[in-house]
């Protein structure tokens, strides 16, 4: 079975589990599409993509290149600057009408200017030809890897809104209208856990696991007793829950709008 995306559990220390980032996994799941009209670059930047992990489309001009883009996900381009049909500046262009996808420009013109004006018209990194594919290859990943940790940011925001509930993560304050809920650390955790998932049903396990970061033991009524707190200091009804919702056999969610 395969094992889940980038994230996995190992055993540490006195046997406790904790979670390790695989970067492999991540790559695998990536697709990079590359644009040249040399057929013989295409394939050799395809070959140490592949070895790396990456899903690999070729395209011999922009024009295909757009077409590529239409009908797959494309997670980063590799894109040439001097192509017939449509060049590599055209072809950003139409790119970054669209779509935000990182770019990395090849060219053999390595001036200053160029450069320029390539990251002027929407590309974020740039190699000059001839270059190490050992080098291209660190590029797209450190682009990618800038672009997952971006987009985490974006799905974990420092301010989350539930109805006329706001939670402010990083200052550890939860507002109903314009009052103030004093909360304890661990039903902040607890809720922001439940906020920042929105849709997920965590079992009392599970919370208890992420918020304690210890084993839970099934006769222990920790979790509940916190989310009674919580909903007495929310005033929120467990027969008519308006943030926490109590999926029966399962756990806890907050719905998601």
Not at 81 to 86: A, G, K, L, Q, R
Not at 105 to 120: P, Q, V, Y
Request: charged residues 35%; proline residues 3%; aromatic residues 10%.
């Amino acid at each position: 079975m395969k094992r889940p995306f980038g994230r996995h559990t190992q055993k540490g220390l006195f046997g406790r589990d904790y979670m390790r980032f695989d970067w492999e996994d991540v790559l695998e799941k990536k697709t990079v599409l590359v644009v040249d009209d040399d057929i013989d670059i295409r394939n050799m930047i395809k070959i140490y993509l592949q070895n790396e992990g990456f899903e690999t489309l070729l395209a011999e001009n922009g024009v295909v290149a757009l077409e590529k883009i239409e009908a797959n996900k494309i997670d980063l381009i590799i894109l040439d600057m001097m192509m017939p049909e449509m060049d590599g500046m055209e072809t950003c262009l139409a790119i970054r009408k669209k779509w935000k996808m990182p770019i990395i420009f090849l060219s053999a013109k390595g001036e200053d200017m160029d450069k320029i004006m390539a990251l002027s018209s929407g590309a974020d990194d740039y190699l000059t030809k001839p270059f190490n594919p050992l080098e291209l290859t660190a590029r797209v990943k450190a682009n990618i890897r800038r672009v997952d940790v971006f987009d985490k940011e974006e799905d974990n925001p420092s301010e989350i809104q539930i109805h006329d509930l706001k939670i402010d993560i990083d200052r550890h304050q939860v507002f109903i209208d314009q009052d103030e809920i004093h909360l304890t650390k661990t039903e902040f955790e607890i809720l922001s856990l439940l906020a920042q998932n929105r849709g997920y049903a965590f079992s009392i396990e599970k919370i208890y696991n992420e918020v304690w970061k210890d084993e839970f033991f099934v006769t222990d009524n920790t979790v509940t007793v916190h989310i009674r707190k919580l909903r007495e200091k929310l005033n929120d009804d467990y027969k008519n829950p308006k943030y926490i919702k109590t999926i029966w056999g399962v756990g806890y969610k907050i719905e998601k709008e």
